[in-house]
């Protein structure tokens, strides 16, 4: 019978763990076995234990702990291998290249819109003609330009706003001298004038008005709907409307580049306007009674159909004024909708009785 002694010593024990093996502790964490660690002395045995930690993420990796970097520096070990593995690293610094990947990358901003920055090209645009979305000048700023830049713009309509140089700055990286704005890719069309065109043409007006839609690409799919549904223009308010950027003109699948859209400073004013030019305003709001579909409202007619802000709906000034107050039927918990989708649903009762009509 073989004897415990007569048993073949065993092998030594190997240098670095078998891929794929764990090893844990009484408490279950994961350690790095003693004769696996950098620290062991080979001459004295094994030197101190250190405290095992985690590694990686949240386990052992079966890899060596790696020394602690000031004691390699001061024993005069040379840098962990890892940072000999990577060739490309060397190559850059071989180059003197160690600046941050993207540290140059422009803002957003500056590729999704046209800008003009400068107080002259600002001005300069303006007195062409040209039309600006936004413009943002150097807050405290005060002399001919810029008092010139206001006065323009205010009678064009467009917007000038007052911003610190962190704003302008986050806009562009160069050197605005405190003036940046934003350059439409529209051409935006006068309601006077395009209403009455409609109406020596013979067409029935169907208009659509957005109350401070802020967001682009909400903004983009309810351009995109209402060109498919028949509506001959958008109307916004010169103030507090989404800006009309590469993403609303993408969002919209080109629907902005066909249907007018008419800028306006003054919502309550423009519906006065079109109520004495014989146009019904409906406005869709979950404030009302009846709901669409349900109520017998002739839209066979010149209609303007009013929407609200996706945050407190249509505010109470223009509510007041629309001859017809309706909302979307909604059986469900949430009882509320995106305002692209409510705006489709509303736009296609008017051009469901339209096509009836016909």
Same mark, same amino acid.
């Given at each position: 019978m073989e004897k415990r002694t007569d048993r073949p010593e065993r092998p030594d024990r190997p240098q670095r763990? =078998?891929? &794929?093996?764990r090893f844990y502790d009484e408490q279950n964490r994961p350690v790095t076995p003693k004769q696996f660690r950098p620290d062991r002395d080979a001459a004295d045995g094994f030197a101190e234990e250190a405290p095992a930690r985690p590694r990686g993420r949240g386990g052992s990796d079966n890899q060596p702990d790696q020394p602690d970097r000031g004691s390699a520096h001061r024993n005069g070990a040379s840098r962990p291998p890892y940072r000999q593995d990577r060739p490309e690293?060397? +190559?850059? !610094? +071989?180059r003197g290249d160690d600046r941050p990947r993207y540290e140059n990358r422009a803002p957003q901003q500056d590729r999704s819109i046209d800008m003009l920055f400068g107080l002259r090209p600002i001005l300069e645009a303006l007195n062409a003609g040209r039309t600006l979305e936004k413009i943002f000048l150097l807050r405290g700023t005060k002399n001919s330009l810029v008092g010139d830049? !206001?006065?323009? /713009?205010? /009678? /064009? &309509?467009? #917007? =000038? #706003? #007052?911003?610190p140089v962190e704003k302008l700055d986050g806009l562009t990286r160069k050197n605005h001298q405190g003036a940046v704005a934003f350059v439409s890719p529209i051409d935006y069309a006068p309601l006077d004038n395009l209403l009455s065109g409609l109406f020596e043409e013979g067409k029935v007006p169907f208009l659509l008005l957005l109350d401070r839609i802020t967001d682009v690409r909400n903004f983009g799919a309810i351009a995109r709907t209402a060109e498919c549904l028949g509506v001959q223009a958008l109307v916004v308010p010169s103030h507090g409307a989404a800006?009309?950027?590469?993403? /609303?003109?993408?969002t919209s699948a080109g629907a902005l580049n066909l249907l007018p859209v008419c800028r306006e400073a003054n919502l309550q004013e423009t519906i006065r306007f079109l109520q004495q030019s014989g146009v019904t305003v409906v406005a869709c709001t979950e404030k009302a009674t009846e709901a669409v579909g349900a109520a017998e409202v002739d839209f066979s007619g010149p209609v303007a159909v009013l929407m609200g802000s996706e945050e407190d709906g249509i505010a109470p000034e223009l509510l007041r004024l629309a001859d017809v107050r309706l909302k979307v039927p909604m059986a469900g918990q949430i009882q509320s909708l995106n305002v692209s989708v409510a705006a489709g649903i509303m736009l296609f009762e008017v051009a469901r009785q339209r096509v009836t009509a016909e």
């Open positions: 763990p =078998v891929t &794929g093996r690293r060397t +190559e850059r !610094s +071989e830049i !206001s006065t323009l /713009a205010r /009678a /064009a &309509g467009i #917007q =000038v #706003q #007052q911003v800006q009309i950027n590469g993403d /609303a003109l993408k």
